[in-house]
């Protein structure tokens, strides 16, 4: 593990405080919310017990808020609920039957929308066709879409059997998705012929076909919605697309009540090691987590047109476009595509058009937007919104600054929501009617979560450290699927418990200010962060190498001005191989294929030989130094051949 880089931190002391006219209505004011940090402190089970008695419904109360057996968390033990239920049933109940809770826009103009009590009777008829293929409570089903409503509902329809979902983003590769969907043992697929994505359909449905040409034996069935009507081929006995099945079953399903510790989704995430980790989380924790903090911090208001601009392939959408908003009955705005060359203000027009009130994204898209001009979006009208978020990655103050007045008219708070796949929701955010903001700062903890920056002793070190959490929460990562050793091995033991204290290392340097704000630097670990997207160095070097001219390569991010990072990979070739620019761009083009278009290195240096300690150790640090263009800094005692360095050097 890298230290964090102490220069990086942000000297940035302009103060944000709520916006009046916001502040006057929002849902947690600062006394309420000086009583729920009280309340937390004093009996922190207490708090989330209220809470999941209060926000959720329940089939059966638990006997246990939680048993925690680090790093073994189990919550809201022997309680039995539906995540479908809460996100549906309850709304037909409680005045939201006619409410729109999906309102969706194609990227070529196409719009569908759906009541509470439209999407209640399509998850049902998805997931009794779920059921007539042979899928039961405990299996795993894969999720390969275009952002559809489709999309959406399969994800609930498989909560709503009791079917954990695996969602493999629409970008990754064949290859990725075959990887995915082995680890996970799925028995079915559900994919569409494709989607519309920067005025191209992108097909899905032929990368189904190839990861499963390459074995992956438990996948028996393969459900194609049909979106951009190319031709398919469809395998018979296997594929079934959805718009056959659907007549042929009934809207009648009731949902399955499931233990609050079921396993609700598998969602795979980059590590340090070549292999993507399978983030195991839970049903009850999981949906009252998402729920409280999607009410909380985007201050959930009953005529909130909310949009959340992620992809539900990524924990965002899964916990921000789906869960979270239909839990607590919002209407949810839903976009297939992405600004683009003939559409550059497309998210301009469609706040405009949809009356958004609460938009979500992420720095590196604001960063781009913030490229293209001032111009673009104040030709729209953006006077719906009334709340800012943005997600994934450290956002500049200067990004900030122009989201608040370019776009937020200096009306609307922003929150920075730092999260992560394992964490579940979001953990350390402002309260928009609450907290004073500070551009670059996620200002606090949520009530209820208590997060610290320490050393690798466990001592504070808030001066510049590793962000930890110090006490379970119901939204965390229960497991990594089929393997408790890495889990515990990646979270709880890079800083050993001290005094009977866990702490979850969450693999990102911060600091805390004087007001007790946190800052987060980045990540310590081997994980690339390219446009908000979770990418590890070994699973860029295993793509690498799995070429047959590559001999070795290593791979480090290089600060990049929209996209944070960008991939710089160094490679030595096999015997016999001529480091030419054709073959630059195969390489390139081969991790396309191995991983997906995200992968995709900005630059490829060929070279004879890397930096190593003597034992053999890469030293990306020395590596990250030579890609940024900055001298060599820090120690280079331990490097085995001083000479290779002056020869990386001389090749740039
Ligand atoms: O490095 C942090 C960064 O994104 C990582 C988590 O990535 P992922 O699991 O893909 O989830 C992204 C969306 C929740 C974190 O370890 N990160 C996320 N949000 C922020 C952030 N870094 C700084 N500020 C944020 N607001």
């Not at 008695?53 to 059966?60: D, S, T």
């Not at 233990?259 to 995430?269: C, G, K, P, S, V």
């Not at 997207?533 to 991010?557: N, Q």
């Not at 900005?602 to 890469?618: M, N, Q, Y």
Request: proline letters at 7%.
């Amino acid at each position: 593990m890298s230290q964090p880089t102490l220069e990086s931190i942000l000297q940035e002391n302009r103060l944000f405080p709520p916006p009046p006219a916001f502040a006057q209505q929002a849902r947690i004011t600062p006394e309420r919310y000086e009583q729920l940090c009280r309340e937390a402190e004093r009996d922190p089970l207490g708090f989330w017990e209220r809470l999941a008695r209060e926000e959720l419904h329940w089939f059966k109360p638990w006997q246990q808020v939680l048993q925690w057996d680090p790093p073994q968390a189990q919550w809201f033990v022997g309680g039995q609920l539906n995540l479908s239920y809460n996100c549906l049933d309850r709304h037909l109940e409680n005045g939201r039957r006619h409410k729109t809770a999906l309102i969706w826009e194609g990227e070529p103009g196409d719009i569908r929308t759906l009541t509470y009590e439209q999407l209640h009777q399509e998850v049902c008829r998805f997931a009794n066709g779920l059921k007539a293929l042979g899928i039961q409570t405990g299996d795993r089903v894969g999720i390969y879409m275009p952002m559809i409503p489709e999309a959406a509902m399969a994800m609930l329809a498989c909560a709503r059997i009791g079917a954990a979902h695996t969602v493999v983003f629409g970008g990754f590769s064949a290859e990725a998705l075959k990887d995915r969907l082995r680890d996970a043992e799925a028995k079915a697929v559900i994919t569409a012929d494709g989607g519309w994505r920067k005025d191209a359909i992108v097909p899905l449905k032929p990368q189904v076909d190839l990861a499963l040409a390459e074995g992956v034996p438990s996948v028996e069935k393969v459900l194609v919605v049909q979106r951009t009507g190319q031709a398919v081929e469809m395998t018979p006995g296997r594929d079934i697309w959805w718009h056959e099945l659907a007549p042929t079953v009934s809207e009648d399903c009731p949902a399955q009540p499931m233990d609050a510790e079921a396993m609700l989704f598998i969602l795979y995430t980059s590590g340090t090691t070549g292999k993507p980790k399978g983030v195991v989380h839970t049903t009850g924790g999981y949906n009252l987590y998402a729920h409280i903090t999607c009410q909380w911090i985007f201050d959930l208001q009953e005529e909130d047109i909310y949009w959340c601009t992620a992809d539900v392939g990524w924990i965002t959408g899964h916990s921000y476009i789906v869960y979270g908003p239909l839990s607590n009955g919002a209407t949810v705005f839903m976009y297939e595509g992405a600004p683009r060359p003939s559409k550059p203000d497309c998210f301009w027009e469609l706040i405009a058009r949809h009356r958004i009130s609460i938009f979500y994204t992420a720095p590196t898209a604001i960063r781009a937007f913030m490229k293209s001009g001032d111009a673009l979006p104040r030709q729209h009208d953006l006077s719906s919104l009334r709340l800012l978020g943005t997600v994934g990655e450290p956002i500049n103050p200067e990004a900030w600054i122009w989201y608040h007045t370019v776009i937020g008219n200096e009306r609307c708070p922003i929150v920075d929501t730092w999260w992560q796949t394992e964490t579940g929701g979001i953990m350390i955010s402002p309260l928009p009617g609450v907290t004073a903001t500070k551009p670059g700062s996620a200002t606090r903890p949520f009530p209820g979560i208590q997060a610290d920056v320490v050393d690798l002793e466990g001592d504070p070190a808030p001066a510049g450290g590793y962000l930890v959490i110090r006490q379970p929460w119901p939204g965390m990562m229960r497991t990594v699927y089929k393997d408790p050793q890495r889990f515990r091995a990646s979270y709880w033991e890079k800083i050993p418990p001290k005094d009977g204290q866990y702490f979850y290392f969450a693999g990102d340097g911060a600091h805390r200010d004087e007001d007790g704000y946190f800052w987060v630097m980045g990540r310590v670990d081997d994980v690339i962060s390219v446009a908000g997207h979770r990418l590890g160095t070994m699973e860029l070097e295993s793509a690498l190498v799995s070429h047959p001219a590559v001999a070795e390569a290593a791979v480090v991010g290089r600060p990049d001005e929209l996209k944070g990072e960008a991939i710089v990979a160094f490679v030595i070739l096999s015997d016999g191989q001529e480091g030419s620019e054709s073959l630059r761009q195969e390489l390139m083009q081969h991790v396309v294929t191995e991983i997906g278009a995200i992968a995709r290195p900005s630059e490829i240096r060929f070279t004879d030989a890397l930096p190593k300690t003597r034992s053999g150790k890469i030293m990306r640090r020395l590596l990250r130094n030579l890609a940024a263009g900055s001298g060599i800094s820090g120690d280079t005692s331990t490097l085995e051949d001083r000479g290779v360095l002056e020869r990386l050097r001389q090749e740039v």
